[in-house]
């Protein structure tokens, strides 16, 4: 026998059957709600989604809580249930299985179990950063400006430069990297999302110009909440006005007076970003400035990246969360409304963008306040930010939830002034909608609070309750109380529900950092 090695015995003495009656209960559940008519739309929406919603939620726990086995395996089984719903569908649709259904049927049998098996086999690694790739330009942003914001606190200066001269270093490294295998690789990527002809001549001549903006891009988004950070927020907000209006001036002459066509809409592209993610440089590296940050020698912090990718994975939830959502919310739509309810939901999010902005501005922009303050050991000025901003934002939900309803004609008739009946539905719409402003700042504000704090799971947990689940939740089942109006009252009922976590998360961990009281 190998040392310390004892094989687990199963043992018929310890089942009971209440282990099984949980699971017992939604069986029968199951069957019985099966029978209703309403209920199995709503079933057959969940099924649509459900797969990917647990891969993402599970992923991400996955990843927090270093568990990388468990993640390939989730890994795994999704990809064997992903080429079976694919061979399944095809069946249904065409009375006929595809032509690679036997090699399917053999990889789902007998390799993807093997590699399910060498999965569970092996062993956690201790050094999960070893193994995973941190990605992500919001990520590293959020999460790296909120520690480096803490050590300015402490008046770690140094750490704090050396910290943000490796973000930058290890961001344009996996910028160019993207760079390279996209240029390389974008026409057949382009071909298997069903691009042919002209268009995917097009696809290909305007993405390769437009993946070397990759690198500047995501500095330029990095830069945003550095420059908070280094205290010199109208900067940046100068820096993005200028690669706008660059991008605007010079789609204008190339497109417009010079006749290039998609390279000349991509090559202005290219040179706003390079105005908005490479010029910042010049300005860091002079350290001759006021500027609390400035780029220097590094080293490589691999604790501390994990720990920023831990504080920033709110954003990257909120992120991946919209895809998902604005998927299901087309297809509800579809459904629902055709062809009208789709393009009215575009107005929506066009025009809704302008208000949520308000508090995303807001909340990203005191992060840096807040962690700044809190390093320092500074909980009465930490109070004094949390309690006016629940203030502010209290006044801004009600003034801009009311402006909303007289702009919103003006804006849905510049949009769809063409077509009466969609101007009507979306008028309708947007002013259901508008509803979650009342709601949506507090939400945000508490995530990104949390984030300022450092505490990245309670952050990401309301982000994930607020974009996802709830969301999900509320798309699926409203409509099948209250039809068309249903869809368009989902976020305000999203935000609602997240609401009261927000504010439990807020009571509760007043115990740990203590912003409540000066």
């Known amino acids: 026998d190998l040392p310390g090695w004892r094989l687990p015995l199963f043992r018929l003495n310890a089942v009971r059957a209440s282990h099984f009656l949980p699971s017992l209960i939604l069986l029968l559940a199951g069957l019985a709600a099966a029978y209703v008519r309403d209920l199995s739309v709503f079933f057959t929406s969940l099924f649509n989604v459900l797969p990917t919603l647990v891969l993402l939620l599970g992923g991400a726990y996955c990843a927090v809580y270093r568990r990388q086995r468990e993640l390939f395996m989730m890994l795994t089984v999704y990809i064997a249930y992903y080429l079976l719903d694919t061979q399944t569908d095809f069946y249904r649709d065409h009375g006929r299985v595809r032509e690679d259904a036997a090699v399917i049927f053999h990889l789902v049998c007998l390799l993807l179990p093997a590699l399910f098996g060498l999965y569970g086999a092996w062993q956690e690694r201790t050094h999960l950063l070893q193994d995973m790739v941190a990605r992500g330009a919001v990520l590293f942003a959020v999460g790296t400006s909120t520690i480096i914001a803490i050590y300015l606190g402490q008046n770690q200066g140094e750490k704090a430069n050396s910290l943000f001269s490796q973000n930058i270093v290890l961001l344009t490294c996996v910028g160019l990297t993207i760079t390279v295998l996209v240029f390389v690789f974008l026409e057949p990527f382009a071909v298997l999302l069903g691009a042919k002809g002209e268009l995917l001549d097009y696809a290909v001549r305007y993405g390769r110009i437009l993946m070397l903006a990759l690198p500047p891009f995501a500095l330029q988004n990095m830069f945003q909440s550095f420059f908070v ?49 490479v010029l910042p440089v010049f300005y860091f590296i002079d350290h001759g400035n006021t500027s609390r940050l400035h780029l220097c020698r590094t080293q490589f912090y691999g604790r501390v990246l994990w720990d920023a990718c831990i504080n920033g994975s709110s954003e990257l939830m909120t992120n991946l969360s919209m895809s ?13 409304a055709g062809e009208n309810g789709v393009a009215a939901y575009g107005v929506i999010m066009y025009a809704a963008f302008l208000f ?39 006044v801004v939900a009600v ?49 990104s609070f949390f984030t300022a704090l450092g505490d990245g799971v309670t952050s990401a947990l309301i982000s994930f309750l607020r974009t996802l689940a709830f969301q999900v939740i509320a798309i699926l089942l409203l409509p099948l109380l209250l039809g068309i109006d249903g869809i368009w009252l989902a976020v305000t009922a999203a935000e609602l529900a997240a609401l009261a976590v927000s504010a439990a998360m807020l009571l509760t961990k007043d115990k740990v950092f203590h912003y409540r009281k000066a």
């Open 229 to 277: 950070t280094a205290e010199k927020p109208l900067l940046g907000f100068w820096f993005t006005v200028g690669a706008g209006c660059t991008n605007m001036v010079l789609d204008v002459v190339m497109v417009g007076m010079l006749h290039w066509g998609v390279e000349g809409a991509a090559v202005a592209t290219l040179i706003s970003q390079l105005v908005g993610g």
């Open 399 to 447: 003034t801009l939830t009311l402006a909303s309803m007289f702009i919103i004609p003006c804006v849905a008739r510049i949009f769809v002034g063409y077509d009466a009946e969609l101007l009507a539905l979306t008028s309708r719409a947007f002013r259901l909608y508008a509803l979650s402003f009342l709601i949506m700042g507090f939400n945000v504000y508490a995530s």
């Open 356 to 394: 949520v902005a308000v508090f995303v501005g807001y909340a990203v922009g005191s992060a840096p306040i807040v962690s700044f303050h809190y390093g320092a050991r500074n909980h009465a000025e930490v109070h004094n930010l949390y309690r006016k901003s629940l203030r502010l934002i209290a």
């Open 324 to 336: 998902l959502v604005n998927i299901l919310y087309n297809f509800q739509l579809l459904r629902l």
